[in-house]
């Protein structure tokens, strides 16, 4: 784990040298009732479906379960992306077909990558069903590149401990993904990307990476101004690429993830579960979901969990 007391590369600008027309895209997700637990999905969006590879960005939670409670996500199918399950609080305790069997907890990094075909599902821990519990983190996929959309599925954990945290003058930054603020995080990378878990006290500013092409912030608590503008949790903004950009925490400091990376050389098809650079992948990736001939194409269920499995929607 890298610790920095200072570093040059988050020294604040001053947040109202540039102007609110440096928001290309401001989001306000929905929130959908899952029953005990609530969702709120900003990407992809009507007026944007992409910020850099990220194409899928939910919310899940906070929620509060009781003794014997907790989310039970099905194996169910991907292609052509990769996953980031992150916490806040509570854990999942994630299988693929890949043969991994993970807990995931706050702080650490589940990344599975579909390639041409992966499925796995997402359960609370029977552990924390003991008790009361609680959910709270960030879903998320980044589409992959052309080169990669067909590449065998693989699993990497990283713990909390092994992830770089970025500290200077109440700011702190863990990067999850990718490169910014002159750190690497450990994940295997496909395209030029950035993500990060992000904590800012009362009045503190936080440049946003200046060497990305898309760049985006996700409020997930608390409030942020951007040229004397605030917004506030549950809010989504894509900056405008190559504008400077510095934001301050508002009166109860904020909690973000700020995300992004290059744009993809085309746009993405996203039907259920499925990403791809085009229809004809989707439709065989439908069929063979459908036939259920596990192990003997692109899809197989995990192997400590196949007694169920969500089926292809109507």
Same mark, same amino acid.
């Given at each position: 784990?890298? !610790?920095?007391?200072?570093?040059?590369?988050?020294?604040?600008?001053?947040?109202?040298?540039?102007?609110?027309?440096?928001?290309?895209?401001?989001?306000?997700?929905?929130?959908?009732?899952?029953?005990?637990?609530?969702?709120?999905?900003?990407?992809?969006?009507?007026?944007?479906?992409?910020?850099?590879?990220?194409?899928?960005?939910?919310?899940?939670?906070?929620?509060?379960?009781?003794?014997?409670?907790?989310?039970?996500?099905?194996?169910?199918?991907?292609?052509?992306?990769?996953?980031?399950?992150?916490?806040?609080?509570?854990?999942?305790?994630?299988?693929?077909?890949?043969?991994?069997?993970?807990?995931? !907890?706050?702080?650490?990094?589940?990344?599975?990558?579909?390639?041409?075909?992966?499925?796995?599902?997402?359960?609370?821990?029977?552990?924390?069903?003991?008790?009361?519990?609680?959910?709270?983190?960030?879903?998320?996929?980044?589409?992959?590149?052309?080169?990669?959309?067909?590449?065998?599925?693989?699993?990497?954990?990283?713990? #909390?401990?092994?992830?770089?945290?970025?500290?200077?003058?109440?700011?702190?930054?863990?990067?999850?993904?990718?490169?910014?603020?002159?750190? #690497?995080?450990?994940?295997?990378?496909?395209?030029?990307?950035?993500?990060?878990?992000?904590?800012?006290?009362?009045?503190?500013?936080?440049?946003?990476?200046?060497?990305?092409?898309?760049?985006?912030?996700?409020?997930?608590?608390?409030?942020?101004?951007?040229?004397?503008?605030?917004?506030?949790?549950?809010?989504?903004?894509?900056?405008?690429?190559?504008?400077?950009?510095?934001?301050?925490?508002?009166?109860?400091?904020?909690?973000?993830?700020?995300?992004?990376?290059?744009?993809?050389?085309?746009?993405?098809?996203?039907?259920?579960?499925?990403?791809?650079?085009?229809?004809?992948?989707?439709?065989?990736? #439908?069929?063979?979901?459908?036939?259920?001939?596990?192990?003997?194409?692109?899809?197989?269920?995990?192997?400590?969990?196949?007694?169920?499995?969500?089926?292809?929607?109507?």
């Amino acid at each position: 784990m890298t !610790r920095m007391s200072r570093n040059p590369a988050i020294e604040p600008g001053c947040p109202d040298a540039v102007g609110v027309d440096a928001i290309e895209t401001l989001i306000v997700p929905r929130a959908r009732d899952l029953g005990g637990f609530e969702v709120r999905r900003a990407l992809p969006a009507p007026n944007r479906q992409m910020v850099g590879p990220f194409i899928f960005f939910d919310q899940a939670g906070p929620a509060e379960l009781l003794i014997g409670q907790g989310v039970d996500v099905r194996p169910h199918p991907h292609i052509g992306l990769g996953t980031v399950t992150y916490l806040y609080r509570g854990d999942f305790h994630h299988r693929d077909s890949t043969g991994a069997d993970q807990m995931i !907890r706050p702080g650490a990094l589940n990344w599975m990558v579909a390639g041409r075909g992966v499925s796995h599902s997402e359960r609370t821990s029977a552990a924390a069903r003991t008790g009361p519990n609680s959910l709270f983190g960030i879903q998320t996929w980044l589409a992959l590149p052309d080169s990669h959309e067909d590449m065998a599925p693989m699993f990497e954990h990283h713990g #909390k401990e092994t992830l770089p945290v970025i500290e200077d003058g109440g700011v702190s930054v863990r990067l999850i993904l990718g490169d910014a603020y002159g750190q #690497k995080a450990p994940a295997t990378m496909f395209s030029e990307t950035f993500y990060a878990d992000v904590t800012l006290e009362t009045g503190c500013r936080l440049p946003m990476p200046d060497d990305h092409e898309d760049r985006g912030i996700y409020i997930v608590e608390g409030s942020i101004s951007v040229a004397g503008q605030e917004f506030e949790a549950s809010q989504m903004m894509v900056f405008r690429p190559g504008d400077r950009i510095t934001v301050a925490a508002g009166g109860q400091g904020a909690r973000l993830m700020i995300l992004g990376g290059a744009t993809l050389s085309g746009p993405r098809y996203i039907w259920w579960n499925f990403v791809a650079s085009s229809r004809a992948r989707i439709e065989e990736a #439908k069929a063979e979901w459908r036939a259920q001939d596990w192990g003997n194409g692109r899809f197989d269920l995990p192997i400590d969990d196949r007694d169920e499995h969500i089926p292809i929607p109507d």
